[in-house]
């Protein structure tokens, strides 16, 4: 004879299912933001939600909930409130972001850092043994997710989600600048800056001293943006000003 389902196991049930659901949003979301940072998808690409849907064999809802979440970061825009592009990006428009990044970095002992948060050390070492392995062959898919993992890491040292998400969203904002901006850059020369940034922050978590650590953080994000001036300016042809920010 069959067991009568009792409404705790419906509900039990519905529970299961919402989060299977959530987590299956989380991942598209995930997939086509990294598409978007690893310039997969370039600017004025149109995402379909029938195609999206097809691809990742769900209905239209999360594949909207994942739109919505990349609009949200500035990563795609409605069009005439139906269509969905990837936004386009440039560096004059994304200064003010970098100096909202560096305020961030900074200032990171106000944010709430996580309880022990100089026991995650052991995780940026890997971190950093893995960019080595990247030295001497350009490919940017490896660099770019683990570089991605960096900031995630980096990131979760702070305890205030809403700090944390910030920190996050500014990040996707930017990173496609710096990803189309490093193949005009000397590749060992970015992986050098990378690897240095991680000794630096390891020192500082060695002492317990969560300022450095920010400071760290601050001066790798401000010398980073220099590098990138660098190489658009040799780019261009034209000749290199210097800017100054009020």
């Not at 690893?38 to 909207?64: C, D, M, N, W």
């Not at 890997?126 to 490919?139: H, V």
């Not at 002492?207 to 658009?232: K, P, Q, T």
């Amino acid at each position: 004879m069959a067991r009568r389902q009792l409404p705790e196991d419906k509900q039990s049930s519905d529970r299961n299912t919402a989060g299977a659901a959530q987590r299956r949003t989380e991942e598209i979301y995930r997939c086509l933001r990294n598409r978007i940072c690893l310039l997969h998808y370039p600017p004025g690409t149109k995402l379909s939600e029938q195609r999206l849907a097809q691809e990742f064999r769900v209905s239209r809802t999360p594949i909207r909930r994942a739109l919505h979440r990349l609009e949200i970061e500035r990563l795609a825009e409605r069009r005439q409130g139906v269509q969905t592009v990837v936004t386009s990006y440039d560096f004059d428009s994304a200064r003010d972001v970098y100096t909202l990044r560096m305020i961030l970095a900074e200032n990171i002992e106000q944010l709430s850092p996580i309880p022990r948060w100089w026991e995650r050390a052991g995780v940026l070492l890997d971190i950093r043994r893995r960019f080595e392995e990247l030295r001497g062959e350009y490919d940017l898919e490896p660099f770019g997710m683990l570089h991605l993992e960096m900031q995630a890491e980096l990131a979760n040292l702070i305890a205030n989600d809403r700090a944390r998400e910030i920190i996050m969203q500014l990040y996707f904002q930017i990173v496609r600048i710096a990803h189309a901006t490093i193949a005009s850059m000397n590749w060992d020369e970015e992986i050098d800056a990378v690897v240095g940034e991680i000794d630096a922050l390891v020192e500082a978590m060695r002492h317990r001293d969560i300022r450095a650590l920010g400071l760290v953080r601050r001066n790798a994000i401000s010398m980073s943006v220099e590098r990138m001036r660098r190489a658009m300016h040799a780019e261009s042809g034209r000749p290199q000003s210097r800017c100054h920010e009020g």
